[in-house]
């Protein structure tokens, strides 16, 4: 079964452009998930999709990230204009997501940004 | 507010040395607590608890949660080196969301 898939794996850019991740999560997981972790610190949720809707994104920064999972499948987050305190390793996860059930994550290799 | 706190935050061992990691937690809709190692990249899926005094096992590594006191451990026996990593402990709410700890760095030295 193949894993959860993210790129790029690394992205350098300057402050105040844009820059955007992409995340295929495993076949047949309904929820996924974005988290930002920065160093030396746990992974934070940004964003929780079941199917193409949003569950909760209540710890996005929505004046610069967006996200998006158009046909219920892969995702796309973006941040526009990056800051400084972007710096960090940006993580996909996916769940069954299956109602009432308890399904772990599983994550992918993350996409590690550095904001100059 | 939802948190977790992981102990210690970093400890160096030697091989064959046995290790308790602790984690603890205060949640208003607690679901679940899980258990994940991570090396350089994805966080890989270890244990999960979800009722109290019922070790999960896995080898040399070994949970329990106790939903009284609001915390778990996490044994390794007879360490190895590949076992250094980072350990992220986290609970689970209503609606799957993981709130994670800081981590603990496990170092294990040959």
């Known amino acids: 079964e193949a894993g959860v898939a993210q790129s790029p794996r690394y992205k350098i850019i300057e402050k105040r452009q844009s820059v955007a991740f992409w995340c295929n999560p495993i076949s047949g997981h309904a929820t996924l998930y974005w988290y930002q972790q920065i160093l030396g610190q746990g992974p934070k949720l940004l964003i929780q999709?079941?199917?193409?809707?949003?569950?909760?994104d209540s710890q996005l920064p929505k004046d610069r990230f967006s996200a998006e999972r158009l046909k219920g499948v892969d995702s796309t987050l973006k941040i526009q204009p990056a800051k400084l305190e972007d710096s960090a390793v940006y993580l996909c996860?996916?769940?069954?997501?299956?109602?009432?059930?308890?399904?772990?994550?599983?994550f992918g290799p993350g996409t590690r940004l550095t904001v100059l | 507010e939802d948190k977790v706190v992981q102990s210690p935050l970093s400890l160096v061992v030697h091989e064959g040395d046995t290790v308790t990691l602790n984690c603890s937690y205060e949640?208003?809709?607690?679901?679940?607590l899980l258990w994940y190692k991570q090396e350089k990249k994805a966080p890989t899926f270890l244990f999960m608890l979800?009722?109290?005094?019922i070790e999960k096992k896995s080898g040399r590594l070994s949970s329990i949660l106790d939903k009284k006191e609001l915390f778990s451990i996490l044994n390794i026996t007879a360490t190895q080196t590949g076992d250094s990593a980072i350990y992220l402990c986290a609970f689970m709410e209503y609606g799957n969301k993981l709130v994670f700890g800081a981590g603990t760095i496990l170092r294990v030295k040959s």
């Open positions: 979800t009722s109290s005094g």
């Open positions: 996860a996916s769940s069954l997501g299956l109602r009432g059930g308890l399904h772990e994550q599983f």
């Open positions: 949640v208003t809709n607690f679901r679940s």
């Open positions: 999709f079941q199917n193409n809707g949003v569950v909760d």
